[in-house]
């Protein structure tokens, strides 16, 4: 199959490696010609230009630049593209994704591989990034079937775990287990480094280990990903905020009324809880 992929980076590269070494034909679009190169030499694609007609032949096209970049990357490829192409993209946000693309191009399948690293562009690219991982498909009910079967075929031959929902139940999700831990993670880290004696914010840093090291890790990551989750996905963000800070009330109110019976019973149900969301990966 003829494999388009626009935008060259960590999700983009690493798609065209593992494309490509299921026997596809990968053609690359980036902003930068350095870039196309790079994804060249690395084997991510057959070739890459900064020109979208190289996507005219493709039969299936992968969306993989920044979101910030769709709604532009997509009206300036459909003149480029056969009527029959499917497209679908990756972002991590599907509401606004779904909403904003799909009246433009009717065979668009909303997708996000739920797979990533701390690291960012082409260089990040690596091969079986996508193994074990989630990978969500959107369709709408006006969505052609047949599109998505071909989208579903590519990311189940990446050995993937397929989910369909709608965009907004994948919003509302990944709100809980990704944006969110990402805000609370960044709360954590500004309400520990507010500590005004100086002697004691030495002594923390110097005592943290790996309890802080994991409850951190999210909020010290690229800012730029988490002002995206923020800005694309405001109403679901807001939403688990809120009954996260709900959640700390509780707790602030039973610490602070020595009700131990009560955090303790609180604990027990976290402790149990947290294998519904980490168990399948033995984590
Ligand atoms: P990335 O590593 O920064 O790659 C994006 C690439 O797109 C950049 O390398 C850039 O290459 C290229 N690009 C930027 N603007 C472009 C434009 N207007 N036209 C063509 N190419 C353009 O980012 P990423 O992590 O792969 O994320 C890409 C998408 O995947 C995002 O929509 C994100 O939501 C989604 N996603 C990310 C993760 C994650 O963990 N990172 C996981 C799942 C999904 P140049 O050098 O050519 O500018």
Same mark, same amino acid.
């Given at each position: 199959m003829n494999i388009g992929i626009?935008?060259?980076?960590?999700?983009?590269?690493?798609?065209?490696?593992?494309? #490509?070494?299921?026997?596809?034909?990968?053609?690359?679009?980036?902003?930068?010609?350095?870039?196309?190169?790079?994804?060249?030499? #690395?084997?991510?694609?057959?070739?890459a230009g900064v020109s979208l007609t190289l996507m005219q032949t493709a039969d299936v096209v992968f969306i993989c630049t920044p979101l910030a970049a769709m709604q532009a990357t997509v009206v300036a490829l459909?003149?480029?593209?056969?009527?029959?192409?499917?497209?679908?993209?990756?972002?991590?946000?599907?509401?606004?994704?779904v909403e904003t693309?799909?009246?433009?191009?009717?065979?668009?399948v909303g997708g996000h591989p739920m797979a990533g690293t701390a690291e960012s562009g082409i260089e990040a690219a690596q091969h079986d990034l996508f193994v074990g991982a989630a990978y969500v498909l959107t369709p709408t009910?006006?969505?052609?079937?047949?599109?998505?079967?071909?989208?579903?075929?590519?990311?189940?031959?990446?050995?993937?775990?397929i989910y369909h929902c709608q965009p907004? *139940?994948?919003?509302?999700?990944?709100?809980?287990?990704?944006?969110?831990?990402?805000?609370?993670?960044?709360?954590?880290?500004?309400?520990?480094?507010?500590?005004?004696?100086?002697?004691?914010?030495?002594?923390?840093?110097?005592?943290?280990?790996?309890?802080?090291?994991?409850t951190s890790r999210v909020g010290g990551g690229n800012p730029e990903l988490g002002v995206m989750m923020a800005q694309y996905n405001q109403t679901a963000l807001v #939403?688990?905020?809120?009954?996260? #800070?709900?959640?700390?009330?509780?707790?602030?109110?039973?610490? *602070?009324?020595a009700n131990w019976n009560e955090i303790e019973h609180c604990?027990?149900?976290?402790?149990?809880?947290?294998q519904g969301f980490v168990v399948k990966d033995g984590t």
């Open positions: 626009v935008g060259l980076g960590l999700i983009g590269g690493s798609l065209g490696l593992d494309l #490509r070494s299921r026997g596809h034909t990968v053609w690359g679009v980036s902003r930068s010609a350095q870039t196309c190169q790079r994804a060249i030499d #690395r084997g991510a694609v057959d070739d459909i003149p480029h593209l056969a009527p029959t192409t499917v497209l679908t993209d990756v972002g991590s946000v599907k509401g606004w994704v693309i799909a009246p433009l191009w009717p065979n668009f009910p006006t969505t052609p079937v047949a599109a998505v079967q071909q989208v579903e075929a590519l990311a189940r031959s990446l050995q993937t775990r907004d *139940e994948h919003d509302r999700a990944v709100a809980w287990i990704s944006h969110l831990p990402v805000m609370t993670s960044a709360s954590l880290i500004a309400a520990c480094i507010s500590e005004p004696d100086e002697t004691v914010l030495n002594l923390a840093q110097a005592l943290a280990s790996s309890g802080f090291r994991d #939403r688990s905020l809120h009954t996260y #800070r709900n959640a700390l009330d509780q707790l602030i109110r039973q610490v *602070e009324q604990l027990k149900q976290t402790q149990q809880a947290r």
